[in-house]
């Protein structure tokens, strides 16, 4: 282990301050990363326990990154990333702690399920490779499928083929990158149920994911990534308060939108309209109180409402306004 890579930039490393780690299963303290001049991940500082937590954030926010670090298959350009309290890149150790579904799909295609799955046993070292991957196929119900050739599976059927060989050594943490991406709602739920049951084994779980409805279901904690920051974590209940106690803007389209938007303005939650040529534009606190209110003001008006169009629930939007806080 020469070191870690310091605020000077890339190829400048020093020893890596192990003084500033509590011990627990995951800790980055000051994590960034970059490719060139491109900076994929800023600043990030968080530590994972056991249990489930839910890695949120748009497309290229930066999840990858931050799981292959975790992973070690990636320095940090700056910061510590460590592994129950020993810096994760280096250090192959680390591989039998930690198991990694990646996002992207590597699969050998001429394989079985079951000999992919046993070939990751092999390369663990397990002492009975042939008995732990068939427990790893069991686990993510795929016996029927096991015999088949990988190049002949669905993209739900590789997802889990994958999960199933990142487990079969029993590591006591493991990362997904989206791994609910191309099952059905009854895979899904299968795969939930499995992470559950993981996690109160005493397990470390972090999965990513861009749909906040997979986090809210899965995870005890959230943390959320936008642009290679970490702009929220913790309990998820919080951060969904954080994201529907915030301003909505609706375009409405009526009869007479400014008899309406006279109309709104007398609304507690609502606390700006404005005319144009394309309609009316509304700003409100609350997106269920406007929504379900709306029809009754534009009723009592005398108005005939022909449209109502939120125009910033766009996770991107959503995120970018937790950057903002």
Not at 9 to 23: F, N, Q, T, V
Not at 95 to 120: C, H, I, Q
Request: glycine content about 10%; aromatic content about 6%.
């Amino acid at each position: 282990m020469t070191g870690w890579p310091t605020a000077g930039g890339p190829g400048r490393r020093e020893k890596a301050d192990l003084s500033r780690l509590s011990g627990v299963p995951v800790e980055l303290v000051g994590v960034s990363r970059w490719y060139g001049n491109v900076v994929a991940v800023n600043e990030i500082t968080f530590s994972l326990t056991p249990g489930v937590t839910g890695l949120l954030g748009p497309n290229g926010a930066g999840k990858s990154t931050l799981l292959s670090m975790i992973a070690g298959l990636l320095p940090p350009s700056t910061g510590v990333v460590a592994v129950d309290g020993r810096p994760a890149w280096r250090d192959p150790s680390i591989y039998r702690r930690v198991g990694l579904v990646p996002e992207r799909e590597n699969l050998p295609g001429y394989l079985t399920g079951r000999g992919f799955v046993e070939y990751a046993a092999r390369l663990h070292r397990m002492p009975d490779p042939r008995g732990s991957a068939a427990e790893a196929v069991r686990a993510v119900a795929l016996e029927d499928a096991a015999d088949r050739s990988i190049s002949g599976y669905s993209k739900g059927m590789r997802q889990r083929i994958k999960v199933a060989a990142a487990l079969v050594h029993d590591p006591a943490i493991l990362v997904l990158d989206e791994p609910f991406n191309g099952m059905d709602p009854r895979q899904r739920l299968h795969m939930m149920g499995l992470l559950r049951s993981m996690a109160s084994e005493g397990r470390t779980i972090l999965f990513s994911s861009h749909i906040l409805e997979e986090v809210e279901r899965l995870g005890e904690r959230i943390l959320v990534v936008v642009a290679g920051r970490l702009a929220a974590s913790g309990d998820y209940r919080e951060i969904r308060r954080l994201m529907t106690d915030r301003p909505h803007n609706f375009t409405v389209r009526s009869s007479d939108d400014r008899r309406l938007a006279a109309a709104l303005l007398t609304e507690e939650s609502v606390f700006g309209v404005e005319v144009g040529s394309s309609g009316l534009a509304a700003r409100s606190a609350d997106y269920g109180g406007f929504a379900r209110s709306i029809a009754l003001i534009a009723r009592s008006a005398g108005v005939s409402l022909f449209e109502v169009v939120p125009t910033d629930e766009s996770l991107e939007s959503v995120f970018s306004y937790l950057v903002r806080r």
